[in-house]
């Protein structure tokens, strides 16, 4: 029997609804009208590496002719735009960060419309970081002409799973390492760009592409300019490299900046194959372009220099992965190795290898655990201690709280701020109310002499949360519905199945159908003790079912219609009752 709830709901049940499925993060009910001013972390004063604050100086805003039919964007956003002026249209190479980023370039892009009289006919995604793809809306909704879209045939799907089961914690770790949340006197820069302007506010407006990239090489004309795409595993697995065939010019995208590579990303990153990159950087050098403009730092003109820089930054990538394995195959620890690691003279001085953004060690963390693992071998790690046993080991080997407050201090006044937050955080971890400052102190003495933006960032805003701030969730409501056409529908429902509350479903069997329309496409979500499994297919023992249209259902995911609304215009219909689909509901925890 079925029972649909349109208008007739009445008010205690759209009550119920709300308070029930408002627990699961799908259907939140917090505010949606309006946005906020920014938040900022309170500012620290700290000192700054010197190397990082003259960074800065290469990341002013600027649009400029950087060689005859070539414009550069650079300091809109964390990365550089190009556009080529091609026979038959403008081709945009990336398009930032968002729409707050693009539409700060969009007077730009106007101008250079009518100067030229063509439109943008062309986007070419370099690949999937938000950077290089959030913000071309703004670019593709500004004109009559349709905009064809190049992308690497795995970057759609790179960007969907952006917004997928990692998110709430892939967001409050990038907004530690790009330092968004710190204030303007905190916040130096972010290593290869000037800062990523992402925070709760933003908004992000994502264009599928049209235009797929399957083969490994593709000689093409792309608004009759003459170019060669090829992929170029690097930075990531979905990295184009673009050669404009007629103007001998290289588009290395991001595996290569001024800046040691961030082999290994602290926001958190799958491990990147970095012999892969390795190759990418040979199949670049082998051009012998005449001029390299990256997306992210400035551009490079002169066959020779680039030939230096590019196997400056090979040798590089190659010398901690071939030293680090050499490490590996002594049975040395990851920190030993790691921190043994130096670079050869030569490409420590160069000016474009400084770690303003990957660090040496970090990377051959990153080799170690991408070969091996996590176990570095000593058997000591097989079978760690919780957090909270460990710090109350080291109190009591510390002989009491106030003993190690002391040597917290000591450690501190030593210069010696990486033992003092290890401390502070085990002393932090067993409850004491004067930790936190200690951990903060100890934080900002790190931040103030890192060298690496991303870890100055991390150090600073760690500490900004010591002290009580705490970085806001993105308003993910303000996202236009267009970005959403591509995320496939059952990445929501995967997203329920990672927020089970598991300890209380032990002993519960039971199972609801979710019936999409618009594509057709129908799931059950079974709990089967502890476990949420997702079948396809709507099962005959379904306590309910949720019908609605897959653009609905996406729009009440990203917090941008109200469910209950839906409910009473009928877009959503619930067999069984509300009461049923609200009990299955709050066996998930509520996702930010
Ligand atoms: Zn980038």
Redesign the pocket.
Known sequence: MKRFFRGLLCGIVLTVLVAGIGLYGFFNFTAQNDVQTKIFAPVLSPEVHPGLEALSAGFERSFEEVMPGIYLATGYG??NVVVIDAPDGLVMV?TLEGIEAAEGLLPEIRALRKQTGKDVTDIIY??N?G??VFGSGVFTSDQQTPVRIWAHENTANRVHDVVGVLRPILFLRSMRQFGSFLSEEDLINVG??PFLLVNENSRVYFKEPTQIIEDKVVHLQIAGENLVIRQAEG?TPDQLMLYLTDRDVLLP??NY?HAFPNLYAIRGTPYRDVLAWVDSIDGMIGLNASAMIP??SQPVFGAAAIKTQLTDYRDAIQFVHDQTVRGINKGLMPNDIAGGLKLPPHLAAAPYLQEFYGRVDWASRAIFSGYLGWFSGDPKDLLPLSSKREAALMIELAGGREQLKQRIAEAMQRDEPQWALVLATHLRTSGDPDAAEMQALALIALGEREISATGRNYFLTSAAEARGFVIPQPKTWLTPQESLVGIPIHSYLELLQVSLKAEEVLDIEVAYCFNFSEPAEQYTMRIRRGVAVLQSGLAADCIGTLNAPTATFKAIAAKAINPAMALASGALTIEGGVTRFVKFMVNFEKRP
Do not use: K
């Open positions: 964390l990365a990336d370099t690949h970081h950077d290089h290869i760009g930075e995208a991001d900046y997306q992210h």
